[in-house]
């Protein structure tokens, strides 16, 4: 997660900021980031995610924990946000919110239906297999802020090409700036980036392979711009196609 100094998006207010796609990341409006959405919650929270369908969203599960309403933020540079309804809300059944926190392996996915379709052009789901291998390049793209303890660089999508990094695998894989390895501050996730999509390029096109579930400053420090944890949906794809049919937004 991305919440106080641990850097987990899920758990800090609008009004105390901790970081978030750090570094000098681009704003970013069409591939990757046109999917992209907001998501708040009623204790101040606030997370991003991905549209796999109009009604459809993925997020990371620490993002919709219970005992807090949660609401998609539609932003549209001609209107004011408009808070969209959600009627329900799926998490993975072996999500252990305490190994989020811990940095450590867990199914930090959850499904979103909507309660209205979005304005929206879904992403494409990656196929089933594609080992991931240190070195190998994916995109990140979220609503999260832009300056470190700014909370008004936050709301607007930005997308940075991130590396594998350590030893990948299906449970967990580690992205790094590949210009400062994850040693330096550098460009990464962090507070309102979590549940953003992880997409590779398939066949010229992004396709989603991963939700952002935390971070860490430089050298494994607390914070933001160092490494960024992403849980690989590779494991967990059949439960998502399962899942979004039985909650009525079947996917093609």
């Known amino acids: 997660m991305i919440c106080g100094g641990v850097a987990l998006a899920c758990a800090l207010a609008w009004s105390h900021p901790a970081a978030a796609m750090v570094g000098g990341a681009q704003p970013a409006s069409d591939g990757a980031a046109r999917a992209v959405v907001m998501l708040t919650g009623s204790h101040g929270t606030f997370c991003s995610g991905v549209a796999l369908a109009r009604d459809l969203v993925l997020t990371a599960a620490h993002c919709v924990l219970p005992g807090a309403d949660y609401k998609l933020v539609e932003l549209d540079a001609a209107r004011p946000p408009a808070l969209k309804d959600l009627a329900t809300i799926v998490r993975h059944p072996e999500f252990d919110v305490t190994a989020v926190l811990r940095h450590r392996v ?14 929206i052009v879904p992403a494409m789901l990656a196929p089933p297999g594609g080992a991931v291998a240190a070195g190998d390049r994916f995109v990140v793209a979220g609503y999260g802020l832009a300056a470190r303890g700014d909370g008004k660089t936050g709301g607007t999508v930005r997308a940075a090409t991130l590396v594998a990094t350590g030893t990948p695998g299906t449970l967990q894989i580690r992205l ?20 953003a999509p992880v997409y590779r390029d398939v066949g010229g096109a992004p396709a989603v392979i991963g939700v952002v579930s935390w971070s860490t400053g430089p050298g494994n420090s607390e914070g933001c711009g ?4 992403v849980t690989p949906l590779v494991r967990y794809r059949g439960w998502i196609v399962e899942q979004a049919a039985k909650i009525g937004s079947p996917l093609p």
């Open 226 to 229: 160092g490494l960024t944890g």
């Open 176 to 195: 790094a700036d590949p210009a400062t390895k994850g040693e330096r501050a550098g460009l990464g996730a962090c507070t309102g980036d979590s549940g």
């Open 106 to 119: 867990t199914a930090d996915v959850a499904l979103i239906r909507l309660a209205a379709p979005l304005r």
